[in-house]
């Protein structure tokens, strides 16, 4: 899922993360690898958010999947592993 600027800032809100700036140069490698998403690094490695059910208020809902991990504790590379759901699910705006 590609977030607009408003929704990568709610989402911002509710993970400790960063966005992958659209110009940075593993941005062209990631979208080959993974497809057209917003990414996002933390501490773990590399994750999106993939859409999630709709909160009872309407609210749009996204889950944090990981896609890669760091290699070693100065987070220099990252290497691909299987796609990893997690529980964590951020609200990122209303429903269409």
Same mark, same amino acid.
């Given at each position: 899922?590609?977030?607009?600027?408003?929704?990568?800032?709610?989402? /911002?809100g509710?993970?400790?993360?960063?966005?992958?700036?659209? %110009?940075?140069?593993?941005?062209?490698?990631? *979208?080959? #690898?993974? $497809?057209?998403?917003?990414?996002?690094l933390?501490?773990?490695? /590399?994750?999106?958010?993939?859409?999630?059910?709709?909160?009872? %208020?309407?609210?749009?809902?996204?889950?944090? *999947?990981? #896609?890669? $991990?760091?290699?070693?504790?100065?987070?220099?590379?990252?290497?691909?592993?299987?796609?990893?759901?997690?529980?964590?699910?951020?609200?990122?705006?209303?429903?269409?």
């Amino acid at each position: 899922m590609k977030l607009s600027p408003v929704r990568i800032d709610r989402t /911002l809100g509710q993970i400790d993360a960063q966005p992958v700036p659209p %110009d940075h140069p593993a941005q062209r490698q990631f *979208v080959e #690898l993974f $497809g057209d998403h917003t990414f996002f690094l933390d501490g773990s490695g /590399l994750a999106i958010v993939e859409p999630a059910e709709a909160h009872v %208020d309407g609210m749009e809902t996204g889950r944090v *999947v990981k #896609l890669a $991990g760091w290699t070693d504790e100065k987070h220099n590379r990252l290497v691909p592993h299987p796609r990893e759901d997690t529980d964590v699910v951020v609200v990122i705006g209303k429903a269409a």
